[in-house]
């Protein structure tokens, strides 16, 4: 069983940037693609971001292309999202997750239901 741990959420102003991470046990994130949602109250759960675990390839949803950059480092078993000119809009809480089966190393469309395992999530609040 994959456990994630998200952290680094918090209150920023408009156009500034925080860095998030999500961890899971010893060596358990390495070879998954994790990906990022967030929920914002009253809307569906969004997929952000993705990474992938075995080629390292990158996808963003277009609403935070160029402002947000997700990596991993597999020695330090964890993944960042680095968001930038952060705006109102962004405010959410913030889901790391995982896919599961065959190919949990290939990230797969950013829709929730393609994703298995889930951290409990980080508020991101961006607000003047």
């Known amino acids: 069983q994959l456990e994630l741990v998200e952290s680094g959420g918090g209150l920023v102003q408009p156009g500034g940037s925080l860095r998030l991470s999500c961890t899971g046990s010893?060596?358990?994130?390495?070879?998954?693609?994790i990906a990022w949602f967030r929920q914002a109250p009253g809307k569906e759960r969004e997929g952000v971001s993705c990474i992938g675990g075995s080629d390292g390839n990158t996808y963003y949803a277009d609403s935070v292309k160029g402002r947000f950059t997700i990596s991993r480092d597999n020695t330090k078993n964890t993944v960042w999202l680095q968001m930038n000119s952060l705006k109102p809009e962004d405010t959410a809480v913030y889901y790391c997750?995982?896919?599961?089966?065959?190919?949990?190393?290939?990230?797969?469309?950013?829709?929730?239901?393609?994703?298995?395992?889930w951290g409990h999530g980080t508020q991101v609040t961006v607000s003047s």
């Open positions: 010893v060596n358990s994130l390495n070879y998954y693609a």
């Open positions: 997750a995982a896919p599961s089966g065959s190919t949990y190393f290939y990230c797969p469309e950013l829709t929730r239901n393609e994703y298995n395992y």
